[in-house]
Protein backbone atom coordinates (compact mmCIF):
# COMPACT_ATOMS: atom_id res chain seq x y z
CA UNK A 1 0.00 0.00 0.00
CA UNK A 2 2.70 2.50 1.07
CA UNK A 3 0.96 6.14 0.75
CA UNK A 4 0.09 5.90 4.13
CA UNK A 5 2.54 7.72 6.25
CA UNK A 6 0.96 8.07 9.71
CA UNK A 7 1.16 5.10 12.03
CA UNK A 8 -2.30 6.16 14.05
CA UNK A 9 -3.80 5.65 10.21
CA UNK A 10 -2.20 2.39 9.56
CA UNK A 11 -3.27 0.73 13.02
CA UNK A 12 -6.55 1.57 11.97
CA UNK A 13 -6.43 0.26 8.75
CA UNK A 14 -5.11 -3.25 10.41
CA UNK A 15 -7.90 -3.69 12.96
CA UNK A 16 -10.23 -3.14 10.18
CA UNK A 17 -8.99 -6.30 7.98
CA UNK A 18 -7.83 -3.06 5.71
CA UNK A 19 -3.95 -3.29 5.13
CA UNK A 20 -4.00 -4.79 1.63
CA UNK A 21 -6.47 -2.61 0.00
CA UNK A 22 -6.14 -1.90 -3.49
CA UNK A 23 -4.79 1.19 -4.72
CA UNK A 24 -7.80 2.78 -6.15
CA UNK A 25 -9.56 2.62 -2.68
CA UNK A 26 -6.04 3.75 -0.73
CA UNK A 27 -6.21 7.27 -1.62
CA UNK A 28 -9.69 7.65 -0.56
CA UNK A 29 -9.51 6.05 2.60
CA UNK A 30 -6.91 8.35 3.44
CA UNK A 31 -8.85 11.63 2.65
CA UNK A 32 -11.68 10.03 4.70
CA UNK A 33 -9.40 8.92 7.58
CA UNK A 34 -7.38 12.22 7.44
CA UNK A 35 -10.83 14.29 7.84
CA UNK A 36 -11.59 12.16 11.05
CA UNK A 37 -8.30 12.68 12.54
CA UNK A 38 -8.85 16.16 11.87
CA UNK A 39 -11.59 16.06 13.27
CA UNK A 40 -10.43 14.39 16.40
CA UNK A 41 -12.72 11.27 15.73
CA UNK A 42 -10.47 8.77 15.47
CA UNK A 43 -9.40 8.51 19.46
CA UNK A 44 -8.54 4.99 21.00
CA UNK A 45 -11.02 5.63 24.06
CA UNK A 46 -13.65 6.59 21.55
CA UNK A 47 -14.70 9.46 23.92
CA UNK A 48 -14.55 13.10 23.62
CA UNK A 49 -14.95 15.77 25.62
CA UNK A 50 -18.92 16.55 25.11
CA UNK A 51 -20.93 18.53 27.78
CA UNK A 52 -24.41 18.07 25.97
CA UNK A 53 -25.27 13.90 26.38
CA UNK A 54 -27.55 14.65 23.01
CA UNK A 55 -24.61 15.42 21.30
CA UNK A 56 -22.78 12.01 22.69
CA UNK A 57 -25.44 9.84 21.46
CA UNK A 58 -25.17 12.00 17.74
CA UNK A 59 -21.06 11.12 17.79
CA UNK A 60 -21.72 7.34 18.36
CA UNK A 61 -24.23 7.02 16.19
CA UNK A 62 -21.78 8.52 13.78
CA UNK A 63 -19.09 6.33 14.93
CA UNK A 64 -21.09 3.26 14.56
CA UNK A 65 -21.65 4.02 10.99
CA UNK A 66 -17.76 4.96 10.06
CA UNK A 67 -17.51 1.45 11.48
CA UNK A 68 -20.16 -0.44 9.55
CA UNK A 69 -18.42 1.54 6.39
CA UNK A 70 -15.40 -0.37 7.01
CA UNK A 71 -16.72 -3.00 7.03
CA UNK A 72 -18.50 -2.39 3.58
CA UNK A 73 -14.98 -1.15 2.05
CA UNK A 74 -13.25 -4.41 3.35
CA UNK A 75 -16.22 -6.83 1.95
CA UNK A 76 -16.44 -4.97 -1.43
CA UNK A 77 -12.47 -4.98 -1.65
CA UNK A 78 -12.46 -8.92 -1.49
CA UNK A 79 -15.05 -9.22 -3.74
CA UNK A 80 -13.43 -7.48 -6.30
CA UNK A 81 -10.25 -9.02 -5.81
CA UNK A 82 -12.30 -12.67 -6.21
CA UNK A 83 -13.62 -11.06 -9.49
CA UNK A 84 -10.03 -9.98 -10.67
CA UNK A 85 -9.16 -13.52 -9.97
CA UNK A 86 -11.62 -15.43 -11.92
CA UNK A 87 -11.32 -12.71 -14.77
CA UNK A 88 -7.97 -14.03 -15.20
CA UNK A 89 -8.50 -17.32 -15.40
CA UNK A 90 -11.11 -17.39 -17.53
CA UNK A 91 -8.93 -15.31 -19.61
CA UNK A 92 -6.38 -17.99 -19.90
CA UNK A 93 -8.75 -20.60 -21.01
Known amino acids: MGIFNNNKIKGILVDRGLDDISSETS ?4 AILGELDNKNLLRNDKR ?3 K ?3 DDSKISYLRALVEQNWILIAQNDKII ?3 AE ?4 NAKR
Open 27 to 30: EQIE
Open 86 to 89: KEKT
Open 48 to 50: LLI
Open 52 to 54: DRS
Open 81 to 83: KLL
